[in-house]
């Protein structure tokens, strides 16, 4: 299964509506199960630091 969103989706509802930390983003599929995933607000300096250059 993969999911994905189209650059500036959020953006452009009104009113805007973005993923806040905290939040939880939820999918499910009869043939499968649920999967929830946290939101979470991370540095991505410190993400690319940790992963290497060029992330």
Do not use: I, K, W
Request: hydrophobic share 30%; proline share 7%.
């Amino acid at each position: 299964m993969l999911t994905g969103t189209p650059a500036g989706v959020g953006y452009a509802r009104e009113p805007a509506c973005f993923l806040t930390d905290g939040g939880e983003v939820t999918v499910s599929s009869p043939q499968l199960s649920t999967l929830t995933n946290p939101v979470r607000h991370t540095d991505r300096t410190s993400y690319r630091a940790r992963a290497g250059a060029g992330v």
